[in-house]
Nanobody, 124 residues
Framework: QVQLVESGGGLVQAGGSLRLSCAAP??????MGWFRQAPEKERELVAAIRWSGGGTYYADSVKGRFTISMDNAKNTMYLQMNSLKPEDTAVYYC???????????????????WGQGTQVTVSS
């Protein structure tokens, strides 16, 4: 069973930074991404990246603040989060999609594999 291992969440003050990591030992995918879900809100795609390079997606709310990247040699995806805001507080989930795709889907149901989630809390 494929396991995505997340790390890097925590508590930070507004304006601070965190880096999330998602490791996928021994596996490759078509697309990997980060979703988040805040209490009483729907899950949303924050950022995603093609495993082979050549395409990324960012939600409008994080553009210019978050950066998604891949280290293919380590089978690890990262999300660098800068200038964090209290509204970024949520549980962040790593997700991966295998198989041929021609676009980066925003619908979480399209993703085959999920991490356990990591809490990010931004205090004001």
């Amino acid at each position: 069973q494929v396991q995505l291992v997340e790390s890097g969440g925590g508590l930070v003050q507004a304006g601070g930074s965190l880096r999330l990591s998602c490791a996928a030992p021994g596996r490759t995918f078509s697309i990997m991404g980060w979703f988040r879900q805040a209490p009483e809100k729907e899950r949303e795609l924050v950022a995603a990246i093609r495993w082979s390079g050549g395409g990324t997606y960012y939600a409008d709310s994080v553009k210019g603040r978050f950066t998604i990247s891949m280290d293919n040699a380590k089978n690890t995806m990262y999300l660098q989060m800068n200038s964090l805001k209290p509204e970024d507080t949520a549980v962040y989930y790593c997700a991966a999609l295998s198989g041929a795709v021609y676009y980066i889907p925003g619908d979480g149901s399209k993703y085959n594999y999920w991490g356990q989630g990591t809490q990010v809390t931004v205090s004001s």
